[in-house]
């Protein structure tokens, strides 16, 4: 069962040494040689073809990395309509966890979607990741309904959460 979370305007302070901004192909190189195993979080822009990504780095590189999907991109849990996003496959790396970098970054995503026009931006999170929600909910984000997944001999059966259902 994982949780559909909304986003509602919220501020966070900065943190001191870490750098939150939208990434691009050089930050992916940099964790791609510094990182073994590759983690498959850093690997998106391959498996789904999206391209829009946050990081969060200091002098030591990439501690953190956050997807952006909209309407049009492969989504196998939100049905997203036209001026939605979805934040997703988010990975802050174990050395770095615990220090508010997850919910600054969800809070610039939101700041960034906001400015490209989009009205409703969501997260899907399991139930038991208690500190990857208790980080969203910082970022300002509440919860609108559940999603349970089904599969079928690997299959999904499951419908897509209709996100037009939240008001």
């Known amino acids: 069962m994982k949780s559909v979370l909304q986003a509602e305007s919220h501020y966070l302070e900065a943190i001191a040494g870490i750098e939150c901004i939208k990434g691009n192909s050089s930050d992916l ?14 690997q998106c822009h391959d498996f789904d073809g999206v391209g829009d990504f946050f990081v969060a780095k200091d ?11 909209f309407h049009n991109h492969r989504n196998r849990l939100l049905a997203l309509q036209e001026g939605e996003a979805e934040i997703k ?14 919910p600054r970054i969800i809070q610039m995503i939101v700041n960034y979607l906001n400015c490209k026009g ?5 997260m899907c999170v ?13 970022a300002g984000f509440s919860r609108v309904g ?21 008001l």
């Open 59 to 69: 002098i030591s590189g990439v501690q953190h990395i956050s997807w952006i999907y």
């Open 29 to 42: 190189e940099q964790i791609k040689k510094s990182l073994k195993p590759f983690p498959w979080e850093f």
């Open 89 to 102: 496959f988010c990975l802050t790396l174990p050395a770095w966890r615990g220090r508010g970098i997850y």
């Open 118 to 122: 989009m009205q409703r931006v969501f």
């Open 146 to 166: 559940d999603i349970r997944l089904r599969k079928i001999l690997g299959v999904q059966v499951s419908p897509r959460f209709d996100t037009s259902r939240v």
């Open 126 to 138: 399991h139930r038991d990741n208690l500190a990857s929600i208790r980080g969203i909910e910082k």
